[in-house]
């Protein structure tokens, strides 16, 4: 099972960019719309025009336009109204619908520029949220491609992805981590194989194996103390394997190890990572799901720099390192994990 935390699905197929001098953005739209049949809800994404303009910060002081004498009949007008006439008659005419007829919306804002590949020997990746639409995307791809040329024919367990959103918020939503969703999943597949009072459940969640896969921390050239001697990711260097005693992250010595061992058997390169102890330690969504469920878990992620910017780089190498790694642990845990032997 792979299990990765994503912020923002509805990201635009183009991918994101930074221009040097501004952000372009578009609006990413989900409406509540009256209509005929009750209340519909439709979901929008303007690309047929750029929407917003954030400005440079010497744009937004310099060129602020003196409101002063119009500050009090700007408020006055705001109280009318929960939303400007002119958006609600934009939203009505991409939802085919008139503007009184719109009940609430929720509005996102996205960069349009799109992903791209450079560097000088095109080794680097350039985009937005590869936090963590990248995991995300290769679990789903070794999903897909493990399933052919009859893999399936001996498989002993289930293959299963899991997308979260709200993970960067903390994963307390109906839709996060922190939901029984998951629970509920994995109770409706096994109760699919046989009546729900035989303990299957309990039985399949002590046998199953989770990959936490979210983007790691890449070891920054311009600050390299940020990372202990022996433990700095790097480009290139493949999966990093994340470990805090803390339960920061939720891999230990058995997960960690069958994870590398899957590498070894493919010749793919592994990373290892530990905080320094004298700072602070992020998190993934694997310690919630591994305490609320109760399945061993190891977390994992291709390393990255600019985490959480609106621009993030990555090196296709590791893409293609965490496809194979993925497609790899889906072909074979099964058989691997039928010879190891824990004494507790």
Do not use: W
Not at 12 to 17: A, D, I, L, V
């Amino acid at each position: 099972m792979f299990i990765s935390g994503i912020e923002g699905i509805e990201a635009s197929k183009q991918g994101y960019t930074l221009s040097l001098s501004s952000s372009i953005q578009k609006l990413l739209v989900l409406a509540f719309v009256h209509d005929v049949q009750g209340i519909g809800i439709r979901r929008l994404a303007h690309n047929a025009s750029e929407l917003l303009k954030v400005p440079p910060e010497s744009d937004a002081i310099e060129g602020r336009p003196n409101t002063d004498g119009n500050e009090a009949d700007e408020k006055k007008n705001s109280n009318k109204q929960k939303h400007h006439p002119l958006l609600l008659m934009l939203l009505a005419s991409e939802a085919c619908c008139e503007p009184d007829e719109i009940c609430d919306f929720e509005l996102q804002a996205c960069d349009t520029q799109p992903s791209i590949i450079g560097g000088a020997a095109k080794e680097f990746m350039f985009s937005g949220r590869l936090d963590n639409l990248c995991m995300s995307f290769c679990s789903l791809r070794a999903l897909f491609d493990s399933t052919a040329e009859g893999s399936l024919a001996n498989e002993t367990g289930v293959r299963m992805v899991a997308l979260f959103d709200h993970e960067e918020v903390g994963s307390d939503s109906a839709q996060g981590a922190g939901s029984p969703i998951i629970l509920d999943a994995l109770a409706r597949i096994t109760n699919s194989f046989c009546s729900s009072g035989s303990k299957v459940l309990e039985k399949a969640v002590q046998r199953s194996f989770l990959v936490s896969a979210d983007m790691a921390h890449a070891l920054h050239p311009n600050y390299m103390d940020k990372h202990e001697e022996n433990h700095q990711p790097r480009l290139h260097g493949g999966l990093v394997i994340k470990h805090n005693a803390n339960q920061r992250y939720a891999s230990n010595s058995v997960t960690s190890f069958i994870f590398r061992e899957i590498a070894k058997q493919h010749k793919l390169p592994v990373q290892e990572f530990v905080v320094r102890n004298d700072m602070a330690c992020g998190s993934t969504i694997g310690p919630i799901l591994a305490s609320g469920v109760g399945i061993r878990t190891v977390d994992v992620g291709a390393p990255q720099l600019s985490m959480h910017s609106i621009r993030e780089m990555c090196s296709v190498d590791d893409v293609k390192h965490s496809y194979e790694h993925f497609k790899a642990f889906f072909h074979e845990f099964a058989q691997l994990d039928a010879k190891i032997s824990v004494d507790v």
